[in-house]
């Protein structure tokens, strides 16, 4: 059973970091595809960072680059986000997702249950 699960959410004034984490099981990075996901209220959810082994990090929100840095930890099968010069749009629920056998973070297979960050002005 694949499992993810989210750490390091929190509220923070704009401007300030946060790194969130996750922890996976059930299948390793060597063969899978680590996300971050999010939603902000009334959006839809958006593809934010992805990392795989054939890949490495790549970045999916103009907004984000230079201020995120997704990276992983293949022997303890961890991924993380570091957030830094976080701004209120930055706002929403992050997610954890996985998908196996694939290089890129498309139609994934596993979720974690999300974590809330909050960005106040």
């Known amino acids: 059973e694949v499992q993810l699960v989210e750490s390091g959410g929190g509220s923070v004034q704009a401007g300030g970091s946060l790194r969130i984490s996750c922890a996976a099981s059930?299948?390793?990075?060597?063969?899978?595809?680590i996300g971050w996901f999010r939603q902000a209220p009334g959006k839809e959810r958006e593809r934010v960072a992805c990392?795989?082994?054939?890949?490495?990090?790549?970045y999916h929100v103009d907004s984000v680059k230079g201020r995120f840095t997704i990276s992983s930890d293949n022997v303890k099968n961890t991924v993380a986000l570091q957030m830094n010069n976080l701004q209120p749009e930055d706002t929403a629920v992050y997610y954890c997702?996985?998908?196996?056998?694939?290089?890129?973070?498309?139609?994934?297979?596993?979720w974690g249950k999300g974590i809330l960050v909050t960005v106040s002005s």
């Open positions: 990392i795989s082994q054939h890949d490495g990090p790549t």
């Open positions: 997702a996985a998908r196996s056998h694939s290089p890129i973070c498309v139609n994934m297979d596993s």
């Open positions: 059930g299948f390793t990075f060597d063969d899978s595809a």
